[in-house]
Structure formats: structure tokens, C-alpha cells
């Protein structure tokens, strides 16, 4: 047995080679007997560990079919955890393991265990609907979206397959006819914020709050892209940058009516460009009247509350649609609405946003002067039907 204790030291090490790789560490014992026995399960534990390694090396070279569990893994460590929403893929992978197993192949999953994977998925509640419905004695909490069951069913299991297909180059992961196993989704809703609505929210919000919806709705960015740090604005160049979904970097330039609002902010807090004001003191780390950076979580609750307490239904995202629509309509250049998203294509852009070009044709349609022969009079015994 390859335990010993070092000199001065009360406990017993343990130290040996299995597999061409070394294990070594505290056996926590105190006598050589139970050191010898830790260090006896620690072998196991690492037989074990080498047998795991193998059979996924021969998983992913194709000697072996490839399981879920190693496809998973891979895909977590090379994609999941960079993903800004790195939680919610841990949750997603977690839930697919379970759902067919740890040791299930990926050539063995049909169109038809998707499907049933698919409607399991479909007929759960949003999180923490059901816990709020039991305690209050609500009616049934409502289901996740039908775009939710496809990002964490079908999406996640397309990219792992095609991931090992193209990069990892494991054979028999055969090509899905993908669009015929996804849900059919509502579609992107363009909402454009009334300028009167937009003043009655941004007066009914906090201190702070108000800031950063003023700024969401004159920069078009995305919630999270809001939460800037000072870092991120550069006053001597004129742009902002952020960081977009996908971690594409974007750069807007900041208007006039932006560093009016940068202005207001700057001094408030060393670090971030958006806080606000500690009105309690329940949390222990909370000062009256210090500021804080506004969150994401808070300004969506910020948000909601105003929205309900004026009896609208606004997203804070149609704040983004808002910005678009009225500078398409201002300018009539589609190309600069894609620039100031971030979109890669203009036909996303194009399609968004159709609504306001339609808007356009139609207005200069209305403003051409009428010709006498464009309405024809109505002749006797003309049709009423």
C-alpha cells in the first residue's frame, strides 16, 4: 500500500498510479490501517474513473456508440458554459439526461422519443407558477411557451448532434428534419410605446429606474445590455459598447439625448452607469439613501409594477421596437435600424419591421394629390352589392 505520513504530520497521505495518471491526497486517517482502507476505496473510485474516460474517448473517436451523458458533458464544457445564460443550459442538459437516460445513444433516439420528449416538456408549468398557484389558491399556473419547450428539447439536442456530426466527427448521427419536430411559436410581437405612455411609465418609476428606461427606449438595446458599467462608455469617441446575444460585440454612438441622460448618472456610483437609491433597510448590507447598480431582476420587478399600477401591457423589450420603429420611420433607411440593433442580417431587420415600412407606403400613398378619374362616379343601375 502506498500510504505514508510526512514528518510533523497527523494524517496519512495516500499516493499511487493507475492508468498512466497519479492520484494523490489526504486519506483524513489518522492510523495506517484506516489510511490503507481510504486509500483501497480512492483505487475503486479511480479504476472507475479511468474505465469512464475510455469508454467516452471511444464514444467521441466513433469506436463506441455516444450516450448522453458523454455527448452532454462535452458540449457542456465546450459551448454551455460560456453561454451567458449558462444556468438555465445546465438545467436544460440536466433535464434531457434525465429524461432519456444517462446511458442512452444518441443514434437510438427516433423523431418519435423527441416527440413524447416534446410534449412531456410542453405540459409543464412556468418555474415557480406552480409553488406561487398552491400557496395563494390560484387558478392553474400557466405552461411554459411553446418557444421554452423548443430552445430546451429540440434546439439543445440539434446542436449537440450537430456539433458531434461536424466538429467532433462522430458517425451515425444522422441529419433530423428539425422544422417538423419543433413547436409552432408565436412569432416576435413589434409593440411601439406611445410617447404619452412612455412619459407616464418613466414618471411612475423610482429614482434611477427612470434613467435607464429614458435610456433603453433612445439607445435601443436589450435589457441586460443596459446594465452599464462606466468602462463600457466612451465619451471622447462617442459610442457605447456592449456585448450582444451570441457574445458579439456591439458599438452604438451616443446622441445628444443619450449624454443628456449620461450626464444626470455620471458621479452617482464609481462603477456602474445605472443605480439607484436604497429606500429600505431590510437587507443588512443595505444603507438608506446609498446607491446601489440596478439589477436586472429589480428593474424587471421596477417594471412590472409601474406597467400594472397604469394599467398597461408593455414589455420592457418594446421599448428596443420602440427606438427601431421611429427611427425607420424618421429616416427610411432600413440599413441604419440594423445597425443601431446589432442585427447580422437586414432581413431580420426587414422582417420586424415591415409594419413601419407599410406605415410609410401607405402615408405616401394618402399624400399624393387625387385625380378626377380615380374614383368613377356611379352610373344608374350600377350594383349596390
Known sequence: M???????????????????????GSTGATSRREAEAVEEGRRREAALEIAAAK??????????????????????????????????TWAALSAMIDHFGPTRTLASITNSDIAAWVARRRGQPVRNAARDASKRK?????????????????????????RARRVWEVPAIRERDWAKLRLAERGELVVEVTAADEARLIERLPQGYREIVAFAEAAGLRMA???????????QAGTITVVQKGGRPHTI??????????????????????SYPARRTRKPDRVRGRRYPITE????????????ALGLDYRFHDLRHTRATRLLRSSGNLKL???????????????????????????????EAPRPEAVPARRAGDSTT
Open 337 to 367: 435600424v440594423q445597425r443601431l440593433l446589432g442585427h447580422a442580417s437586414i432581413e431580420t431587420t426587414a422582417k420586424f419591421y415591415a409594419h413601419a415600412q407599410l406605415d410609410d407606403v401607405r402615408a405616401a400613398l394618402d399624400a
Open 138 to 162: 390560484l387558478p392553474p399556473p400557466r405552461l411554459v411557451s411553446n418557444a421554452t419547450v423548443n430552445r430546451t428539447t429540440v434546439d439543445l439536442l440539434r446542436k449537440i448532434e450537430t
Open 297 to 308: 431582476a429589480g428593474l424587471k420587478s421596477e417594471w412590472r409594477r409601474a406597467a400594472k
Open 225 to 235: 445590455e443596459c446594465l452599464l458599467r462606466w468602462s463600457q462608455v466612451d465619451e
Open 55 to 88: 469508454t467516452a474517448a471511444a464514444q467521441l473517436r466513433g469506436a463506441a456508440p455516444l450516450t448522453i451523458d458523454v455527448a452532454a458533458d462535452r458540449y457542456w464544457v465546450e459551448v454551455g458554459q460560456h453561454h451567458k445564460g449558462a444556468g438555465d
Open 253 to 274: 454612438p451616443i446622441s445628444a439625448r443619450i449624454a443628456a441622460i449620461l450626464s444626470t448618472c455620471r458621479g452617482q456610483h464609481p462603477e456602474w452607469v445605472f
Open 2 to 24: 502506498s500510504v505514508y505520513k510526512p514528518k510533523g504530520r497527523r494524517r496519512y497521505l495516500y499516493d499511487f498510479e493507475l492508468g498512466g495518471r497519479r492520484f494523490h
